[in-house]
């Protein structure tokens, strides 16, 4: 059974930092490309930044380019997104997806699965 298990929200002031991970297990982690995607309060999916199997190509959205960073680590089976320079826009359930192969996948939707997303709020 696929699982990805988000873990890393919480609350946090405009300007701070968080770093979310997503636990990943019974599929081949290092041969799927990984996406991060967000919903904010009333809102639909926001696709939010992506990267390959190996990790050798990575994408964001115009929205965090430049305040957040995706990355992997295959042997840990493990996503990361380390957010930097929160805004309370930012505020949203963060899910990790399974993209469909290998390829980065740029959408907020098409994923094969997802995990269950993990809440953060930027509030003064």
């Known amino acids: 059974e696929v699982q990805l298990v988000e873990s890393g929200g919480g609350l946090v002031q405009p300007g701070g930092s968080l770093r979310l991970s997503c636990a990943a297990s019974g599929f081949t982690f290092s041969t799927y490309a990984m996406s991060w995607v967000r919903q904010a309060p009333g809102k639909g999916l926001e696709w939010v930044s992506g990267i390959s199997s190996g990790g050798g190509t990575i994408s964001y959205a115009d929205s965090v380019k430049g305040r957040f960073t995706i990355s992997r680590d295959n042997a840990k089976k493990t996503l990361y997104l380390q957010m930097n320079s929160l805004k309370p826009e930012d505020t949203a359930v963060y899910h990790c997806?399974?993209?469909?192969?290998?390829?980065?996948?740029?959408?907020?939707?098409?994923?094969?699965?997802w995990g269950q997303g993990t809440q953060v709020t930027v509030s003064s």
């Open positions: 997806a399974k993209a469909p192969g290998q390829r980065l996948w740029a959408l907020p939707t098409g994923y094969e699965y």
